[in-house]
């Protein structure tokens, strides 16, 4: 089963930064598309941005766009977020996995070879 790996959360003042990491023991992530995906306590997950299996392609929700940037590393096998100009309200756990697709309506890929959701990274935006 896929095991993922997210790192890089941290508490930080509102308008610092953080760069999120994200790795997996048995997927080579340059294979598939990829997101990052965040959720506030008590509701559903939600995608954040994704980046195409070549890299050429990637969304982001309007509520980061200008201020993250998603980026995949073949050779280390990683997937980051790059997180600028950090809010209050992007205090949120987050999470990556493989996505079905890159775009506006592009999801998680849970189950079967992709596994479950890992144990995700915290970032907290203090004003």
């Known amino acids: 089963q896929v095991h993922w790996v997210e790192s890089g959360g941290d508490s930080v003042q509102a308008g610092g930064s953080l760069r999120l990491s994200c790795t997996s023991s048995?997927?080579?992530?340059?294979?598939?598309?990829m997101g990052w995906f965040r959720q506030f306590p008590g509701e559903w997950r939600e995608t954040v941005s994704c980046i195409s299996a070549d890299g050429l392609s990637t969304y982001y929700k309007d509520f980061v766009k200008g201020r993250f940037t998603i980026s995949k590393d073949s050779a280390k096998n990683a997937l980051y977020l790059q997180m600028n100009s950090l809010q209050p309200e992007d205090t949120a756990m987050y999470f990556c996995g493989a996505s079905n697709g890159c775009g506006p309506t592009s999801g998680v890929r849970l189950g079967g070879e992709f596994g479950n959701w890992g144990q995700g990274t915290q970032v907290t935006v203090s004003s």
């Open positions: 048995k997927l080579t992530l340059a294979n598939y598309d």
